[in-house]
């Protein structure tokens, strides 16, 4: 069963981190929609935050990993959010996307199959 609750920790998480490292200005998008599945639907935050380097996207879901101490510090971050957030949307037989451009913003996806399995 799909547990509402647990779906909007994972908009908060994601929606909470887009706001933090997005700078006064900049703009964050929310779309939840469709994807090519018909039995899923998707879960998109996009900003024009400060962005990740590709090579720091494969940390981003490790507990406790910051990736950038200043700024987390500026933000007091914890380095639990988007680990918590892909075990949710695991544990819903989903999963967890990220694009991102260093400098120029980033897209956190969940993709969620629309009914339980």
Avoid: W
Avoid at 28 to 46: S, Y
Avoid at 88 to 114: D, N, Q, W, Y
């Amino acid at each position: 069963m799909i547990d509402a609750a647990r779906i909007r920790q994972v908009l908060y998480n994601y929606l909470s981190n887009a706001i933090k490292f997005t700078p006064e200005g900049g703009t964050i998008c929310v779309r939840i929609g469709p994807t090519e599945t018909p039995a899923e639907f998707r879960l998109d935050v996009e900003d024009s935050g400060i962005g990740i380097s590709e090579d720091n996207v494969p940390n981003l879901f490790v507990e406790f990993q910051q990736l950038d101490a200043n700024a987390t510090r500026r933000h007091e971050g914890t380095g639990l959010g988007l680990a918590l957030t892909k075990r949710i949307v695991e544990g819903h037989h989903g999963r967890v996307m990220v694009k991102s451009t260093l400098g120029k913003g980033s897209t956190f996806s969940a993709i969620l199959p629309r009914k339980p399995k």
